[in-house]
């Protein structure tokens, strides 16, 4: 069977009741399967809630037992939400500048270089984990060595061995900005860390906490995320040799090429909401105060939505995917997220003739009724030049 294969495990309960269940921490969570309810259910703020009294619990699993730090603007409703959003906006879009991608493009050539050199690579840690925590830095706008401590956290950040939550974990993240908080009033620069301290909220200066809560989402919402469309991509275009020479042939495909991968592999599963009224879903009652979760990654595989939904169509004309979310809370680094993907994708076409998988362990959810392939907690791949 082929490694960068990922089957639907939704495919039959979406088809015949649209939802699925799963006891998470004794939280039930009822998840819905089917495109057209989870984007109705992602843009109905007002009925299912991000920014609920219990921090954390829109997180699937929950995180309310590792932090009590609301991440910002994601758990937070309108109008609140877009106050802080509009804060963030401009400095979440500067992967667009030439300058930002000129780094980024030096980052990731240097990257593939080293793996080309290597006799093989272990793709999860030492290359895709490298690239992610290595690419935050220009999004933080902060010295590329601050990396290095973020790559020797290894890749589950709030997960132990047993992939059980765990709060001593979580916290290192959380005393580690905290410190550089700290240090960056005692110190100004011009990195993220700063605007926030220096920016205003209706009139206000942002609290610690809420600075805190801007950088705990930066920081976890973009890291496994990232990781697994990096390493699930080689996968694909190392099992799929020919796709790797059409990028090369056929340029113009990359912007759907990217959009197809990440349609694909979606690499967040799913989002919770907390329903704030007794409602339905899919023709089922759900009660005020339940947990609901919009399952991207069963969304994305519809194929009332997605002809040919589980095979990767590199030139698919028509990709409504929901996979950096869909409505309000759409995901404020996707922008960032593409970049890594278009450049990568372009770096690989230009230096890397083929590759090979040589040993891999793949990294399976276990969401009760489904059990859902999301990546590979390793990957080893021989990188062959052009």
Not at 118 to 130: T, W
Not at 317 to 345: D, E, S, Y
Request: proline letters at 3%; glycine letters at 4%.
């Amino acid at each position: 069977m082929e490694k960068s294969k990922f089957d639907d495990p939704f495919k039959e309960a979406r088809q015949d009741q649209g939802f699925g269940e799963m006891n998470d921490q004794n939280d039930p969570v009822k998840i819905i399967l089917g495109h057209k309810d989870v984007r109705k259910c992602a843009h109905n703020w007002k009925t299912f809630q991000s920014g609920g009294e219990e921090i954390g619990r829109i997180v699937v699993p929950s995180e309310v037992h590792i932090r009590n730090t609301r991440q910002i603007p994601f758990e937070l409703d309108p109008p609140k939400h877009k106050t802080y959003r509009d804060l963030l906006e401009s400095w979440f879009k500067r992967p667009l500048e030439a300058e930002y991608q000129a780094e980024l493009t030096k980052i990731i050539k240097e990257i593939v270089d080293e793996a080309i050199a290597e006799d093989s690579v272990e793709v999860v840690e030492a290359f895709a984990l490298k690239l992610q925590s290595t690419a935050l830095t220009l999004l933080l706008n902060i010295p590329y060595e601050a990396s290095e401590l973020w790559i020797s956290w290894g890749t589950h950040v709030f997960r132990s061995e047993n992939t059980a939550l765990d709060s001593d974990k979580a916290n290192i993240l959380y005393d580690y900005i905290d410190a550089q908080i700290d240090k960056t009033i005692a110190h100004p620069d011009d990195s993220l860390y700063a605007l926030l301290l220096n920016s205003e909220i209706d009139g206000r200066k942002l609290t610690k906490e809420e600075v805190k809560g801007v950088l705990i989402l930066t920081f976890a919402g973009g890291r496994d995320t990232v990781i697994n469309a990096v390493t699930n991509s080689i996968a694909y275009f190392a099992e799929h040799q020919n796709s790797l020479q059409r990028l090369r042939e056929q340029p113009e495909i990359l912007n759907t090429a990217i959009e197809e991968l990440i349609r694909y592999f979606s690499p967040l599963t799913q989002m919770g909401r907390v329903s704030t009224e007794d409602t339905q879903v899919c023709e089922h009652a759900v009660k005020a105060q339940s947990r609901i979760s919009m399952c991207w990654a069963s969304a994305n595989r519809d194929e009332r939505v997605f002809e040919k939904a589980n095979e990767v169509v590199l030139d698919r004309k028509v990709n409504p995917h929901v996979a950096f979310g869909f409505g309000t809370h759409n995901c404020l680094g996707a922008t960032h997220a593409r970049q890594i993907m278009k450049i990568l994708l372009t770096t690989l076409s230009d230096k890397v003739a083929s590759m090979d998988i040589i040993e891999a362990k793949e990294n399976i959810e276990d969401l009760d009724q489904f059990k859902r392939k999301v990546g590979f907690d390793s990957l080893r791949v021989k990188f062959n030049s052009l």
